[in-house]
């Protein structure tokens, strides 16, 4: 008999995910600084994809990566405004060529859901005052939008409250990167969430 648990929690939300399309990774396979958040192999994927056409340069892909990541000097939520911002009104850039037109980018692709890469990754270790390893990530672009958080429903000792401060307090606090661009957060115990 298999135990409803946690981990088998984690796995059903990351199956439910792949249904929808979504590319999952555990966080082990990827492949990054400890204190990156972004996916920055798959926000680079993008904006080479979608700018093509306008024959968009590696040094502007960089640009653009520097555009989004940069700390603004507020707080935690006023960069979380700054970014959501740049992420859903898109932003211009100057071009490598001076003789070409500004380039206006749009980190997340609203009106073609198809060119963008959604993907799910569980277990990533993320590393900032402290090591931190949220349960899954939902990320857009190599962007963490969503960030999940789950307990038991049946460990009487852990409670969905748990999974909130964790998140709220824990993690805000020790990976606030992460909460710089991300639009949700979600906490579930499988049943109340």
């Known amino acids: ?10 796995m059903a939300i990351m199956d439910l995910f792949q249904q929808e399309g979504y590319i999952y990774t555990n ?13 920055r192999d798959d926000l680079r994927a993008y904006l080479r994809d979608r700018y093509a056409e306008q024959g968009i340069t590696s040094l502007e ?16 939520y006023e960069n979380n405004v700054h970014t959501y911002r740049l992420i859903t009104e898109g932003f211009a850039i100057k071009r490598e060529d001076s003789s070409k037109a500004d380039l206006f980018i749009e980190p997340i692709d609203f009106t073609k859901e198809s060119n963008n890469i959604f993907r799910i990754v569980n277990q990533l270790e993320i590393k900032g ?22 307990k038991s429903a049946v ?3 852990t409670t969905i409250k748990d999974a909130f401060t964790q998140l709220t307090v824990r993690y805000r606090r020790d990976i606030p990167e992460l909460f710089k661009y991300n639009a949700f957060v979600v906490i579930s115990d499988g049943v109340n969430s």
């Open 27 to 39: 966080g082990e396979e990827v492949h990054k600084e400890l204190s990156d958040v972004l996916l």
């Open 1 to 10: 008999m298999s135990h409803f648990n946690e981990h088998t929690l984690e």
């Open 129 to 150: 005052t402290e090591k931190r390893i949220p349960d899954g990530i939902v990320y857009i672009n190599g962007l963490p939008m969503v960030v999940l958080e789950f």
């Open 61 to 76: 892909v960089e640009n653009v990566i520097s555009r989004l990541t940069a700390d603004i000097g507020g707080s935690l």
């Open 155 to 157: 460990k009487e000792e």
